[in-house]
């Protein structure tokens, strides 16, 4: 009984608030900048174009998922190694193999845009 609670908790439960919380924190963020827009708007003042630019740039979406494979990676690895049941090690090779894609998205993704990356480096820091 209390392994089917756990794998629900694991599987269901917090996959759900992860992404409830990350919706919530991103409709905050764009209500914000509407605020600010629509206050722009009324007094008459110049908006500043780079204010509604994504934050991130490229090589730090690439530093963010590098991160989110390696806590996959060692996670999953952690738990099959540590644990002596079968229902655990099949969750922790479900974690490890999400922290390998992560990790083989990263390194795909890492070739593909290494000539925007350069360009956003060497850019002064105005244009940024």
């Given at each position: 009984?209390?392994?089917?609670?756990?794998l629900?908790?694991?599987?269901?439960?917090?996959?759900?608030?992860?992404?409830w919380?990350?919706?919530?924190?991103?409709q905050?963020?764009?209500?914000?900048?509407?605020?600010?827009?629509?206050?722009?708007?009324?007094?008459?003042?110049?908006?500043?174009?780079e204010y509604?630019?994504?934050?991130?740039?490229?090589?730090?979406?690439l530093l963010?998922?590098?991160t989110?494979?390696s806590?996959?990676?060692?996670?999953?690895?952690?738990?099959?190694?540590?644990?002596?049941?079968?229902?655990?090690?099949?969750?922790?090779?479900?974690?490890f193999?999400v922290?390998?894609?992560?990790?083989?998205?990263?390194?795909?993704?890492?070739?593909?845009?290494a000539?925007?990356?350069?360009?956003?480096?060497?850019?002064p820091?105005?244009e940024?």
């Amino acid at each position: 009984m209390m392994d089917s609670l756990f794998l629900i908790g694991v599987c269901v439960i917090v996959p759900i608030i992860v992404v409830w919380l990350n919706n919530r924190t991103n409709q905050n963020e764009t209500n914000k900048k509407t605020e600010v827009l629509l206050k722009a708007i009324e007094s008459d003042a110049t908006i500043d174009p780079e204010y509604f630019k994504p934050q991130l740039s490229l090589k730090e979406k690439l530093l963010d998922k590098l991160t989110g494979a390696s806590i996959a990676t060692f996670m999953g690895l952690a738990i099959v190694v540590t644990t002596d049941t079968m229902v655990y090690d099949d969750i922790g090779g479900i974690i490890f193999a999400v922290g390998i894609a992560l990790l083989i998205s990263y390194i795909v993704g890492k070739r593909l845009p290494a000539k925007e990356i350069k360009a956003e480096e060497d850019a002064p820091k105005s244009e940024k």
